[in-house]
């Protein structure tokens, strides 16, 4: 091989290599270093801020229900008994848990009192809860992925709509290893991370009214094992936690990769939350949360 025709491969990918590690966006926050938050000790997941501002987790090995303080302290609020993997505030201020083991719980975090509000779909029991969403009618999405895989895509997604009598609906299946979950700013889009395909899905909601929309791969992801929670920001920004890789990814509103944040604590990033512009982030190697700014969107 000549001279200029190695020269010209050398050159190709470094640019393939730059693109790869490019950092995120100067629009997305003026310094993207992280910063240490707390040290909770655990598995941390499920992170969700609640209608005071105060930030929770939960710990998906020690059962824990953790409230978050200012001064970074950890403070077990609820202990499930099981494995909660991932939890959200409902707009009524009850914190909803998807627990691994014991299926969909709901938390009253002022007594401490759980309520166990799903565990079964048509006398079959759940295999094991992940990641929740809620829509802007109150009903809430969750990810069904134990058991699946890339070589077993047999996943599921739910639907229980608001109400005290709802009942649960299957909204889709055949997915691999389906984990975290969040709606698009209209309602009318459910992306799935399924992580065992390093991808990223797009589904229309039962209640979508366009007649056109289709199931597709919106995005897909590399290194690691694959998205992990995920966070839609108001101007259709995605946020992913990419398991394994020790990093947050980045999207714009059409599933184009923008970049990535490193995360410091360790390779397991699980998932996040907002408040005031601060991204808090959940590592589950070290039990820790750490957290970045981003500019206002």
């Given at each position: 091989m000549n001279t200029r025709l190695i020269t010209l491969f050398v050159s190709?990918?470094?640019?393939?290599?730059?693109?790869?590690?490019?950092?995120?966006?100067?629009?997305?926050?003026?310094?993207?270093?992280?910063?240490?938050?707390?040290?909770?000790?655990?598995?941390?997941?499920?992170?969700?801020?609640?209608?005071?501002?105060?930030?929770?987790?939960?710990?998906?090995?020690?059962?824990?229900?953790?409230?978050?303080?200012?001064?970074?302290?950890?403070?077990?609020?609820?202990?499930?008994?099981?494995?909660?993997?991932?939890?959200?505030?409902?707009p009524d201020g009850q914190l909803w848990i998807a627990d691994k083991q014991l299926g969909l719980l709901r938390l009253d975090t002022k007594t401490g009192k759980l309520t166990t509000i799903a565990n079964s779909f048509r006398s079959e029991k759940l295999r094991g809860l992940n990641d929740i969403v809620f829509d802007k009618a109150g009903g809430l999405y969750f990810t069904e992925p134990y058991g699946s895989g890339a070589l077993k895509p047999d996943g599921r997604l739910f639907y229980l709509p608001p109400g005290a009598n709802a009942k649960l609906q299957l909204v889709a299946g055949n997915l691999a290893f389906p984990n975290g979950v969040v709606l698009t700013g209209d309602g009318n889009t459910l992306l799935v991370g399924e992580y065992a395909l390093k991808r990223i899905t797009s589904l229309p909601t039962p209640s979508s009214p366009n007649d056109f929309d289709t199931s597709f791969v919106w995005a897909t992801t590399s290194a690691g094992v694959g998205p992990d929670g995920m966070l839609m920001l108001a101007d259709g920004t995605l946020l992913a936690a990419n398991?394994?890789?020790?990093?947050?990814?980045?999207?714009?509103?059409?599933?184009?990769?923008?970049?990535?944040?490193?995360?410091?604590?360790?390779?397991?990033?699980?998932?996040?939350?907002?408040?005031?512009?601060?991204?808090?982030?959940?590592?589950?190697?070290?039990?820790?949360v750490w957290r970045v700014r981003l500019k206002p969107r």
């Open positions: 190709l990918a470094a640019g393939l290599c730059g693109a790869a590690l490019a950092a995120v966006p100067a629009d997305l926050c003026n310094d993207c270093r992280m910063e240490k938050y707390a040290h909770c000790g655990g598995f941390l997941e499920g992170a969700t801020v609640n209608r005071d501002g105060q930030l929770w987790v939960v710990d998906l090995l020690g059962g824990r229900i953790l409230l978050v303080g200012n001064d970074g302290t950890c403070s077990e609020r609820a202990n499930t008994g099981g494995q909660p993997n991932g939890a959200k505030f409902a398991f394994d890789a020790g990093e947050l990814l980045a999207f714009d509103s059409k599933g184009r990769a923008l970049g990535t944040i490193p995360v410091p604590a360790g390779p397991r990033v699980t998932n996040m939350a907002l408040r005031d512009d601060w991204l808090y982030v959940t590592e589950g190697s070290s039990g820790e």
